[in-house]
């Protein structure tokens, strides 16, 4: 950490005065505005060590959050190099395992056995499937992703089932499937992902005893990310930090990118509103980027409101201009990416790692993928299939979670034919049937499968189901703190589960890579053994794990990434690309009207302030989705970009120049000065391949259109012509099935009065 010390204090040593206000602020709420870089984890340990050395508070009466697994163990570690000591009832966790584990003692106050379990957002989408089923509703009418979206975030609202408000026939729907779906978890005795946030914050509001202990227990509580805290986490803030009111959050609005997910800005507002006499306090020095970066990111947000306004400054000087590239579209975006990668790696000895692509959809990676794979360039992408969502992760998950709890009926059925056990999906439905009608809980009906009376299903299929629980009953006995190890060898050997691994893989290749995963797994149950971990805490950890917490530091491999998995991340050099309107900002955002485009401003400044040293920025004039072409013109927050800060001229290769200039018109205004300059005109490309490459775009003869007329195209059908540029190459038209675009003119068919 860069800076002046403000004072002799070992607790102190290398903060600036703003820093060191905020470690040392007084127990009252406190609110500190940290801009990006400006050192909010140092701030937070500082704080935590302070409360402990300087204010007596002890250890484990201290309760932070913050919002991955892997940002609490690195706070937590900082924390016992400061103080030298293990800090072992310390409470710093996310909101998920946090609540999780004060959820261990007291879920049975709100009806769930000892050993409930968590599913994660798959199983709850096989859940709410089955349910759909069960209601006798159209699996397509009612996609089982939807409606877990919108059951999460009547959740995150604090929303129960009882109080769900339909504004149309699917929410109509939706609540019932969401009250059978609650009903199916405390069956299940299982929780989401949602409902541990919940039921935590009804404990705390109904039972008095409860949230007294809670309050007692926590002196001090301190959250990070506070920006992206939604209504039930505000509440539980809340809950836990009255009356005393020693509560301590980071934030920043200007930060603030999880709006989709429930997340609010406004706590941010709310906070000075509920605690009229918090001190807040702004981080403003950054320590990550140049100047330039930094004057840049501030002209981008400056226009959005309900903001704090912040002047970041820096000691590392001004830094390069920022570089603006002009592609023809995304392929040549692509190439363009992988020429400075390789610039970068060869001429300023930047490693691969220390790169970041960003974009602002999926699926604009492929372009990035396919160029790195031809060019044989190692990327990683941050927002990748993850290690527990492989299938034969989940599949032995499943296993362990049965295990754990004899009532899951997702994990279930999910295993009871993995590996096959010649148990048809018939037998499966009259068994699923039956445990319905007879209101039985899965372990209970197992059970009485060992008696003849039970007749849905025939003798040879009961018998299977019966060498199952046997099996689950005997590794059930084997499930204890430090044979974990041993319990998945013998679910891999009784289950033949290995086997089951090569009849499943399409190609040796792929068998030897899930083989690869299941040792991993294994390795890592060894670990859990080493530390005595039982098997709930195992789960536990593994069902709050994100993406964000797997990323080894060592992995020499440039990373793609959309803004919203890059946040919290930063790198010597980054790319922003696909800076078109209705890309960055998105249609649907632009729909949404002044939040959805300061949401996607934000996006834009986060990814602005991932960047140290170089920051790239790029646009295509065209991309072709699903075969067809599309045509945007540039992003409006390229009009906000200051021209002093910017490197002179768009970035272009010199083929890509010639191609252009020789048969492709010029298809944006400029909304900046620094956009007027054309390319110059020069002589067609004597490359065969760029002019092929370019065939297809020569000017056409120009269709007859107007303003106002009706028009076909094959991709989008119909429309209303708005809009022809004064070029006649380009026009704007309202699709009656889509939105509006701008197209080629050729690919445009009028159509008669």
Known sequence: MRGTAVSKHPLLDGLNPEQ?????????????????????????????????????????????????????????????????????????????????????????ILGYRDNWVIYDSDDSQRLIKAIVAELGYAPKENPARRINNRISAAKNEMILPANYQAMSRFDERVARIYAAYQQALQAANAMDFGDLLLNMALLLQRSEERRKDYQDRFLAVLVDEFQDTNTVQYQLVKLLSAPQQFVFVVGDEDQAIYRFRGADYRNLLRFRKDYPQSTVILLEQNYRSTQTILDVAGAIISNNRNRTAKNLHTSRGQG????????????????????????????????????????????????????????????????????????????????????????????FERIINTPARAIGKKSLQEFADWITREDLALSDALNLLYYDDFNPLSRTVKRKFREFSQLLSAWRDMAQPGGLGDLFQHIVAQTRYDLHLEKTSQHEDEALDRAQNLSEFYGMLLNADEIGQSLHDFLDERSLYTTADSLEDDDDKVRLSTFHSIKGLEFPAVFITGLEQDNLPHRNAIAEGIEGIEEECRLFYVGITRAEDHLFLSYALQRRPFGGSSINGTSQFLSDLPAHLLDGSPLTLAYLRQARAATAPTQWEPRHPIFERKPKPIAPSANPTIRAQFAAFKAPQKPTLRVGGRATHKQFGDGLVIGIESTGDIASVLFDQSELKKVFAEDLTPLGE
């Open 20 to 108: 060191a206000a905020a470690s040392t602020a007084d127990l009252g709420p406190t609110l500190v505005l940290a801009g990006p870089g400006s050192g909010k984890t140092n701030v937070l340990t500082r704080r935590i060590a302070w409360l402990i050395q300087e204010h007596n508070l002890p250890h484990h009466r201290i309760m932070a959050v913050t919002f991955t697994n892997k940002a609490a163990g690195e706070m937590r570690s900082r924390v016992e190099k400061l103080l030298g000591s293990k800090l072992r009832g310390l409470q710093i966790g996310t909101f998920h395992s946090t609540c999780a584990r004060f959820l261990r003692r007291d879920a049975p």
């Open 320 to 411: 390069e201009p920022i570089a603006v590239h002009e592609a023809y579209d995304e392929q040549y975006e692509a190439d363009f990416v992988l020429e400075q990668v390789r610039r970068l790696r060869d001429s300023a000895s930047i490693a691969y790692s220390d790169i970041a692509v960003i974009y602002r959809t999926n699926a604009q990676s492929r372009a990035f993928e396919e160029a790195f794979i031809r060019a044989r360039l190692p990327y990683t992408l941050l927002s990748g299939f993850g290690f527990y969502q492989r299938r034969e992760i989940k599949d032995l998950l499943a296993y362990l979670r049965l295990i754990y709890n004899p009532d899951d009926r997702v994990s």
